[in-house]
């Protein structure tokens, strides 16, 4: 599975994860979080393990680019984020190597740092669990209460790259004369594109409210 | 350095520069002696992080697994990639969307295992193929004058695993009502459709073909609710008329979105004029006994809608002239011309939907051929009932030379879902039709009203689109 041709801009980051802010709040799952002060930059610590099952090595094992897009805020309760940030990450497992080849852009690094990965279960720690996730100055902690949320999409696949690939999203007859026929249970075929079933997944964390007590290094 | 979908010309030159042996190869050459490709491709220099970088492999092989109705060959015909290509990602994901598009599969995925040798590999897509055959029609109707008729239909998307259309539906009403020893009313039709058709030295061609078979019958009373009759309807003056023919169609897709075609259309024809105990009215236009139309088509279809349930972008029009002449070998001589235009629910960007129609139709066209108003209407008020493959079971039988309909419609999303109903939305909309039988005649006033209304729930099922219409049963009751 390869979606490499959606890969988010390190530029769109700002916008995803405002994005993020209002995303439906029904879907999120709990997360834990450790946020400390490292070199007067707020870092995150993560457990995103549920986005990450033991079967997903299926998904990366692929040989195929895939991609992982993680975008992370801290905001007030009911504020617009008071810090943000995002990391988008290819994963390509060699076939031959039998190793995952690891790209990680960040807007620190938007060209990328590169690292290869043995196995499958070092992948799923390094993705599952985020460290140093830097969400911006220290002085952009809340005086308040706070939450951190995230969101990974795993092979996000664009509207650009649907529209690219879609033709005529129906095929009915040719002959077929306009202005049909209609009933009670008046029913129509050829509906076939629906939106397609792209397989990509995307998981939303919320932690609980946090304190500015509780980040360390202050 | 492997490919990268999104630096395209910085990786062709990599590849240049990591493997130039292989790359000059013609892929066929490749494919056929795989030991032309080095053992282990060369790498990309090392990056800055001091990692390697991907390598470049050549598909050895491609696989489609999962498949049990679809043909192999169909499913390869759509792919962007062939053995002996260097496996390219951007390709591989266009391949499996493009797949996924089609419509035949509920799942696409792709993986790559190891080759026979190291640099080779296999290429696979698995699918899990879902139904295409679908209810096309489904119909149940009554009015006064035939107490309950119904019909059903059935569409093939994916013919013989092919990606061929293949429909049929048929509709029956019986006998006519109070005269049960007359022939039965019918009307059956079936379509075949080839949306991508390859041939020789030319370019990919859309082909299509329809048969009809229709027994009906029009009231020739001279009142539109044949009130003369006094619900005797068996006692009024009709025509009776019989269709048997079809139409031939090829044509072009000058872009992806759009398709010109021409058709030539020939049907033979019987109109038998049956007195009442009334006076009749108004014949609807046909010749009496046997003749013949012959007719030349040509189509223009547009559409960029992003989903047929429930479009939220993209505009659907459909241009089609009809010119019938004796030269062709029929019997009328008559054009007919006909223009239609829907959006997508995302007019102002809200959800809604600008619906247009216009229709003339010039000479001595058969009352089929013109246009029945009420086939445009949510409801009419008045005896006319929109017709059931082009059957008509009301007591009006005008048809209109001149047609302009325009309508709005604003839908409500109710759910989507993994269930029987995968969706589901309430749609409300309202339509002004105008139809005149021929210039200067004023508004036929097929209904009372030029205006009508609709709230339907449209349903997405995996056997077809619904549409619980509340406009058809007022336009029943009505």
């Given at each position: 599975m390869?979606?490499?041709?959606?890969?988010?801009?390190?530029?769109?980051?700002?916008?995803?994860?405002?994005?993020?802010?209002?995303?439906?709040?029904?879907?999120?799952?709990?997360?834990?979080?450790?946020?400390s002060?490292?070199?007067g930059?707020?870092?995150?610590?993560?457990?995103?393990?549920?986005?990450?099952?033991?079967?997903?090595?299926?998904?990366?094992?692929?040989?195929?680019?895939?991609?992982?897009?993680l975008?992370?805020?801290?905001?007030?309760?009911?504020?617009?984020?008071?810090?943000?940030?995002?990391?988008?990450?290819?994963?390509?497992?060699?076939?031959?190597?039998?190793?995952?080849?690891?790209?990680?852009?960040?807007?620190?690094?938007?060209?990328?740092?590169?690292?290869?990965?043995?196995?499958?279960?070092?992948?799923?720690?390094?993705?599952?669990?985020?460290?140093d996730?830097?969400?911006?100055?220290?002085?952009?902690l809340?005086?308040?209460?706070?939450?951190v949320?995230?969101?990974?999409?795993?092979n996000?696949?664009?509207?650009?790259?649907?529209e690219?690939?879609?033709?005529?999203?129906?095929?009915?007859?040719?002959?077929?004369?306009?202005?049909?026929?209609?009933?009670v249970?008046?029913?129509?075929?050829?509906?076939?594109?629906?939106?397609?079933?792209?397989?990509?997944?995307?998981?939303?964390?919320?932690?609980?409210?946090?304190?500015?007590?509780?980040?360390?290094?202050? | 350095?492997?490919?990268?979908?999104?630096?395209?010309?910085a990786?062709?030159?990599a590849?240049?520069?990591?493997?130039?042996?292989?790359?000059?190869?013609?892929?066929?050459?490749?494919?056929?002696?795989?030991?032309?490709?080095p053992?282990?491709?060369?790498?990309?220099?090392?990056?800055?992080?001091?990692?390697?970088a991907p390598?470049?492999?050549?598909?050895?092989?491609?696989?489609?697994?999962?498949?049990?109705?679809?043909?192999?060959?169909?499913?390869?015909?759509?792919?962007?990639?062939?053995?002996?290509?260097?496996?390219?990602?951007?390709?591989?994901?266009?391949?499996?969307?493009?797949?996924?598009?089609?419509?035949w599969f509920?799942?696409?995925?792709?993986?790559?295992?190891?080759?026979?040798?190291?640099?080779?590999?296999?290429?696979?897509?698995?699918?899990?193929?879902?139904n295409?055959?679908?209810?096309?029609d489904?119909?149940?109707?009554?009015?006064?004058?035939?107490?309950?008729?119904?019909g059903?239909?059935?569409?093939?998307?994916?013919?013989?695993?092919?990606?061929?259309?293949?429909?049929?539906?048929?509709?029956?009403?019986?006998?006519p009502?109070?005269?049960?020893g007359?022939?039965?009313?019918?009307?059956?039709?079936?379509?075949?459709?080839?949306?991508?058709?390859?041939?020789?030295?030319?370019?990919?061609?859309?082909?299509?073909?329809?048969?009809?078979?229709?027994?009906?019958?029009?009231?020739?009373?001279?009142?539109?609710?044949?009130?003369?009759?006094?619900?005797?309807?068996?006692?009024?003056?009709?025509?009776?008329?019989?269709?048997?023919?079809?139409?031939?169609?090829?044509?072009?897709?000058?872009?992806?979105?759009?398709?010109?075609?021409?058709?030539?259309?020939?049907?033979?024809?019987?109109?038998?004029?049956?007195?009442g105990?009334?006076?009749?009215?108004?014949?609807?236009?046909?010749?009496?006994?046997?003749?013949?139309?012959?007719?030349?088509?040509?189509?223009?279809?547009?559409?960029?809608?992003?989903?047929?349930?429930?479009p939220?972008e993209?505009l659907?029009?459909?241009?089609?002239?009809?010119?019938?002449?004796?030269?062709?070998?029929?019997?009328?001589?008559?054009?007919?011309?006909?223009?239609?235009?829907?959006t997508?629910?995302?007019?102002?960007?809200?959800?809604?939907?600008?619906?247009?129609?216009?229709?003339?139709?010039?000479?001595?066209?058969?009352?089929?051929?013109?246009?029945?108003?009420?086939?445009?209407m949510?409801?009419?008020?008045?005896?006319?009932?929109?017709?059931a493959?082009?059957?008509?079971?009301?007591?009006?039988?005008?048809?209109?030379?001149?047609?302009?309909?325009?309508?709005?419609?604003?839908?409500?999303?109710?759910?989507r879902?993994?269930?029987?109903?995968?969706?589901?939305?309430?749609?409300?909309?309202?339509?002004?039709?105008?139809?005149?039988?021929?210039?200067?005649?004023?508004?036929?006033?097929?209904?009372?009203?030029?205006?009508s209304?609709?709230?339907?729930?449209?349903?997405d099922?995996?056997?077809?689109?619904?549409n619980?219409?509340?406009?058809?049963?007022?336009?029943?009751?009505?």
């Open positions: 390869s979606r490499s041709a959606a890969r988010p801009r390190p530029g769109a980051f700002l916008a995803a994860a405002a994005l993020l802010a209002a995303h439906g709040a029904a879907a999120a799952e709990p997360l834990a979080a450790a946020i002060v490292r070199g930059r707020l870092v995150a610590s993560l457990d995103l393990s549920s986005a990450f099952p033991p079967q997903s090595e299926r998904t990366f094992g692929n040989g195929l680019t895939n991609v992982v897009a975008h992370v805020t801290l905001a007030a309760p009911g504020e617009p984020p008071a810090a943000l940030t995002g990391r988008v990450i290819d994963i390509l497992f060699d076939v031959w190597d039998e190793t995952y080849a690891v790209t990680t852009r960040e807007p620190n690094a938007p060209g990328g740092v590169r690292t290869v990965l043995p196995d499958y279960a070092a992948l799923r720690a390094f993705l599952a669990y985020p460290r996730v830097d969400l911006g100055p220290a002085s952009s809340p005086q308040g209460s706070f939450v949320e995230a969101r990974v999409d795993v996000p696949v664009s509207q650009e790259l649907l690219r690939t879609r033709e005529f999203i129906a095929n009915p007859s040719a002959t077929q004369r306009p202005g049909g026929s209609r009933s249970l008046g029913a129509m075929a050829s509906f076939l594109l629906r939106e397609p079933e792209t397989g990509g997944g995307v998981h939303v964390f919320r932690s609980r409210p946090m304190a500015p007590a509780e980040v360390t290094g202050r | 350095m492997r490919s990268r979908p999104t630096a395209i010309p990786i062709a030159t590849i240049a520069l990591a493997m130039p042996a292989a790359a000059q190869l013609p892929a066929a050459q490749l494919s056929a002696a795989p030991a032309a490709v053992a282990r491709p060369a790498s990309a220099p090392e990056d800055a992080s001091g990692a390697p390598r470049l492999y050549q598909i050895e092989k491609i696989e489609i697994r999962g498949l049990s109705h679809a043909h192999e060959s169909a499913v390869r015909s759509r792919l962007l990639l062939t053995e002996g290509d260097l496996l390219d990602e951007e390709k591989v994901l266009l391949s499996r969307l493009r797949l996924l598009q089609l419509g509920s799942r696409v995925e792709t993986r790559v295992e190891r080759g026979s040798a190291r640099g080779l590999v296999v290429l696979v897509f698995e699918v899990d193929e879902r295409t055959l679908l209810v096309s489904l119909i149940l109707g009554s009015t006064p004058a035939q107490p309950i008729y119904g059903f239909g059935l569409s093939q998307q994916n013919f013989l695993g092919r990606g061929l259309g293949m429909s049929g539906a048929f509709v029956y009403g019986g006998p009502s109070g005269r049960p007359d022939p039965d009313r019918f009307a059956l039709r079936a379509t075949f459709f080839a949306p991508d058709l390859e041939l020789p030295h030319l370019p990919r061609l859309v082909a299509g073909a329809s048969a009809l078979w229709l027994r009906g019958e029009e009231f020739t009373c001279t009142t539109p609710d044949c009130s003369e009759a006094d619900h005797h309807y068996g006692s009024a003056p009709r025509l009776r008329y019989e269709r048997i023919g079809g139409e031939a169609t090829i044509g072009f897709r000058p872009g992806p979105f759009e398709r010109i075609m021409g058709g030539y259309r020939l049907e033979h024809l019987h109109g038998a004029f049956l007195a105990t009334t006076a009749p009215g108004k014949l609807p236009d046909l010749r009496a006994g046997d003749s013949l139309l012959a007719a030349l088509t040509g189509t223009w279809e547009l559409d960029t809608r992003d989903d047929f349930f429930f939220r993209g659907r029009t459909v241009a089609q002239i009809t010119f019938a002449s004796h030269i062709l070998g029929g019997n009328y001589e008559y054009s007919r011309y006909y223009l239609q235009l829907e997508a629910y995302a007019l102002f960007g809200k959800p809604l939907r600008l619906q247009l129609a216009v229709g003339a139709a010039q000479g001595d066209a058969p009352f089929f051929d013109r246009f029945y108003a009420a086939d445009f949510y409801f009419a008020i008045g005896p006319a009932l929109g017709r493959l082009e059957l008509n079971f009301s007591t009006d039988s005008r048809y209109d030379a001149f047609l302009g309909m325009a309508g709005i419609e604003y839908a409500v999303p109710l759910w879902g993994s269930g029987f109903f995968r969706r589901g939305y309430l749609a409300i909309g309202a339509r002004a039709v105008y139809s005149s039988a021929e210039p200067g005649a004023g508004r036929t006033t097929v209904s009372k009203w030029p205006f209304a609709e709230c339907a729930l449209r349903l099922t995996p056997v077809g689109f619904f619980a219409s509340l406009g058809y049963l007022v336009d029943i009751v009505l």
